[in-house]
């Protein structure tokens, strides 16, 4: 597979890694972005990997709480010019208020909920086919939760990071931890509710790692560490990890000097849940290679 400047360049975005670096792993990766991405964390250690992620779809999340229930949503776009269009904003407004009040299943439900906006209706659905039509650029509900029988706090971050935290206690306390979770972008309450799929994977690239440093040391005629010091060096990583994506051991980012598990004991408040949307996440959006294509049109028209 052909390594274009554009996915070097995505990969650079993505990892802060050297250019040549990202070329040689994608190289290595035969093209896959997530392979080369881990294995510049092999290389490299963290650096790679505790650069943001670059976030490649458009969008809004938004909140809606009415009589002790609440949903967040997230609705996407192709352009960031349509997440300022006030008749799109009117439609995610619309989704996350009647998903309060109807209560639907699932995304296709969402779209039978009722609802009239520029001339089209009677349905969310409708309106929003209407809307493709009227601004020419396609939309999606995308995801959604709906919140009840708990204490709520929410924080928005503009209109691409949203948070909800179901919770007991203070609610200054509890949309602090909404604020942080939206900064810190934890996976999970407790270390041992993070994914084990998260975990094997940072345990593979500690492990990978090791052997490398082993390989460099033997090269540059240095002593090599012991199975069980390595061993532990990759449990000690491992551990590591699991606090830095933790919410409650994670430090708190209004005080460092404790973390917010202990800063939710002083506030005697309990934190059940967390929910996190950041518009895009996971989808992947196409990156046109502009220079390729155009050579592709140019060698086209001379064999014709």
Do not use: W
């Amino acid at each position: 597979m052909a390594i274009t400047a554009s996915m070097v360049a995505e990969l650079r975005a993505k990892t802060a890694a050297p250019m040549m670096e990202c070329k040689k792993a994608l190289t290595e990766a035969e093209g896959n972005m997530d392979k080369a991405e881990e294995l510049l964390r092999v290389k490299l250690g963290n650096k790679a990997g505790k650069a943001a992620s670059r976030i490649t779809a458009e969008g809004v999340v938004a909140f809606h709480a009415e009589g002790g229930v609440g949903a967040l949503v997230e609705v996407n776009c192709e352009t960031d010019f349509v997440t300022k269009n006030d008749s799109f904003l009117a439609l995610v407004n619309a989704v996350a208020q009647g998903i309060v009040k109807h209560n639907p299943a699932d995304v296709a439900a969402v779209g039978a909920m009722p609802f009239s906006l520029d001339g089209f209706g009677p349905t969310i659905e409708d309106v929003r086919k209407g809307l493709i039509g009227k601004i020419g650029e396609n939309m999606s509900v995308r995801r959604f939760k709906r919140f009840a029988g708990a204490q709520l706090a929410s924080y928005l971050h503009g209109t691409r990071i949203g948070v909800v935290v179901e919770y007991e206690g203070d609610e200054t306390a509890a949309k602090d931890v909404a604020m942080h979770v939206a900064a810190m972008k934890p996976v999970s309450l407790s270390s041992a509710e993070v994914p084990a799929e998260l975990v094997a994977k940072e345990r593979s690239v500690a492990a990978a790692k090791a052997a490398e440093d082993a390989v460099k040391a033997q090269a540059e005629g240095k002593p090599v560490q012991s199975a069980e010091i390595v061993a532990k060096r990759i449990d000690g990583g491992v551990q590591k990890y699991l606090k830095e994506v933790s919410l409650f051991n994670q430090a708190f980012v209004k005080n460092d000097k404790q973390t917010v598990e202990q800063m939710l004991k002083e506030k005697a408040t309990t934190v059940k849940a967390f929910t996190l949307y950041v518009v895009g996440e996971g989808i992947e959006k196409k990156v046109d290679d502009f220079a390729a294509e155009v050579a592709a049109q140019v060698a086209a028209a001379k064999a014709a």
